[in-house]
């Protein structure tokens, strides 16, 4: 008797379960899994949504270190974009390898990787059409325009947070 009591006492359980589950007021149509992103297109949300960023060079044995607000996606790679009279654009050129950091909240992320540059007007248009107000200063055509993009495969992009462990990702 305690046995069939139990067994429809687990059955009453679950057909309430699946009743729930199945109720179309608590179904949602968000999937139980959200989709993972591309790692390079978490990097460029993660930093386009904390705004600035920092950028570290070398200037000959010396380390500097600056803000930069810019950040795109163009032909699947991540782009930054300066002026060819900067310091910061003659240290690039100089020596490719940069490391880049951002805070958003209690989470940040550091990139590091070789920088490249990129002369076409194509990829300069591209970066100029995401930040309209660059154009009062830059110009696809000008000679001090200068975008470089994370050359694939030298970049790794690590996601930190005092709550969870970091979570590292290669592109």
């Known amino acids: 008797m305690k ?30 899994l959200e989709p993972i992103m591309p790692p390079i297109q978490q990097t460029y949300q993660f930093i386009k949504e904390a705004r600035v960023y920092y950028i570290a060079t070398v200037d000959n044995d010396q ?27 003659k240290q690039l050129v100089a020596n490719g390898k940069v490391e880049i950091c951002a805070m958003k909240g209690d989470e940040w992320i550091r990139v590091s990787g070789v920088l490249v540059e ?10 100029l059409d995401e930040y309209e107000s660059l154009k009062s200063m830059y110009s696809a055509d000008d000679d001090n325009t200068m975008v470089l993009y994370f050359q694939p495969g030298t970049v790794t992009a690590t996601i930190y947070s005092f709550e969870h462990a970091p979570e590292e990702m290669n592109f």
């Open 63 to 89: 380390p500097r270190v600056r803000p930069f607000g810019t950040i795109h996606i163009f032909e699947d790679k991540l782009y930054i974009q300066t002026g060819r009279s900067k310091n910061v654009a």
């Open 118 to 127: 990129d002369p076409r007007r194509e990829a300069k248009a591209s970066m």
């Open 3 to 32: 046995k069939t009591l139990l067994a429809l006492a687990c059955m009453s359980l679950f057909i309430c379960g699946c009743k729930t589950i199945f109720n179309k007021q608590t179904v949602t149509d968000k999937p139980l």
